[in-house]
Structure formats: structure tokens, C-alpha cells
């Protein structure tokens, strides 16, 4: 059976973040479940500048070689985690912008959460369902929480995150639930794409 390509999209990109924490502690945690292929999207990897393109991308792809290769490294993907932080009650703006660059990669795929930060980045994660709607992702209700308590303990190395017991505990039903929702869609993308071709 071919594996589920999820992409693992780390949504800041400043010097110092705390974002590569919780995605190395993720891909352990996605070991636990073969059938899945989790890969890292590091927005630093891709910089785009603010948007600044003639149509939205749902009309015509962007002129940004950077865009361009961002979006086509977002259609192999079947599924995603998004990993971010909670700038003033909302995702970071390097985040909105490279979500702005693509359309037609993210359709009818589904989108999981990880947020660290002041109430574990949950006033973010909740605009950032948001805009999957729009982007026509299925955002799921399972996510990882990580509260101030723990940023704050396993940024200064006093603690680590594989030593609290219910982020382990909501990592597992998120992916569980992520590697439910990536299988159907897929086989529901793949069986109209079968249809397509035969009319």
C-alpha cells in the first residue's frame, strides 16, 4: 500500500524559534505509524515576499519561482500538521503569506495542528481552521497543545516534551486521526480523478 506524505509544515521561520522542538519530537511520534511518510516543509526553505501576485492562485499559478515551488512541494503532500506559534491571538504572518501562494495543492486534503505558546496557541490554531476552510483543507478537531507551562519549561532545556505524558497522549489521537481522514480523502481524490478520466 502506498504510504500517506504528510507534510509537517514549520510556520515560523526567526532566528531562535522553538518551532524545531516540537517537530523533531513529532517525527519520532509519527515512527509509531508505518503506513505514514512524514516530511518536514520548512518555510525557510521557501521565501516568498508578500504576496504580491496579479490573481490569486486559484486562478492562475504565481509568477514567485520560490511560490511555485512551494505549491508543488505542497501537492505531493496528502495530509499536513501544521506546527506554529500564537502572534497577538493569531498564526504568524510568514504563515498567512505562504498559505496565500497556494490553492489547488491544499483542495480536499486534510490539515492536523501542533501550537506551543500562551494557551497553548489554541486562539491560533482556531483562525487557522479558518483559513483551511477556505483553502478547501478538512481541518480536524484532534491537536497538541503545548501550554506556556511546557514552552516555557523546555525552552530553558529544564524539561523535555517526551516527559509530559498527555502531549505523547494527544499526539497519538491527532495522527490517529490524521492517518483516517489522509486514507479517505486520498482514496476519494484518486476515485473522481478515475472518474475524470474515463468521461
Not at 27 to 40: G, R, Y
Request: proline share 5%.
Amino acid at each position: 500500500m502506498q504510504e500517506l506524505r504528510i507534510g509537517i509544515i514549520i510556520s515560523t521561520t526567526r532566528e531562535g524559534r522553538f518551532a524545531d522542538t516540537p517537530t523533531r519530537w513529532l517525527l519520532q511520534h509519527f515512527e509509531m505509524f508505518p503506513e505514514t511518510s512524514a516530511n518536514v516543509l520548512d518555510l525557510r526553505d521557501f521565501p516568498m515576499p508578500f504576496f504580491e501576485e496579479q490573481a490569486s492562485p486559484a486562478y492562475a499559478p504565481p509568477n514567485c519561482a520560490d511560490a511555485r515551488k512551494w505549491a508543488a512541494r505542497v501537492a505531493e503532500m496528502d495530509g499536513f500538521v501544521f506546527v506554529t506559534a500564537e502572534y497577538n491571538r493569531s498564526i504568524p504572518g510568514v504563515l498567512k503569506n505562504a498559505l496565500d501562494y497556494a490553492y489547488h495543492e491544499f483542495n480536499r486534503k486534510p490539515a492536523a495542528f501542533l501550537g506551543y505558546g500562551g494557551v497553548g496557541a489554541a486562539r491560533a490554531v482556531e483562525q487557522l481552521r479558518l483559513i483551511c476552510v477556505e483553502l478547501q483543507l478538512t481541518p480536524l478537531r484532534n491537536a497538541v497543545h503545548i501550554g506556556m507551562e511546557q514552552y516555557l519549561a523546555v525552552a530553558s532545556g529544564n524539561r523535555g516534551l517526551e516527559e509530559f505524558d498527555f502531549l505523547a497522549a494527544s499526539a497519538t489521537s491527532m495522527i490517529q486521526d490524521l492517518v483516517w481522514w489522509t486514507r479517505a480523502l486520498r482514496a476519494a481524490r484518486q476515485g473522481e480523478a478515475g472518474r475524470h478520466e474515463q468521461a
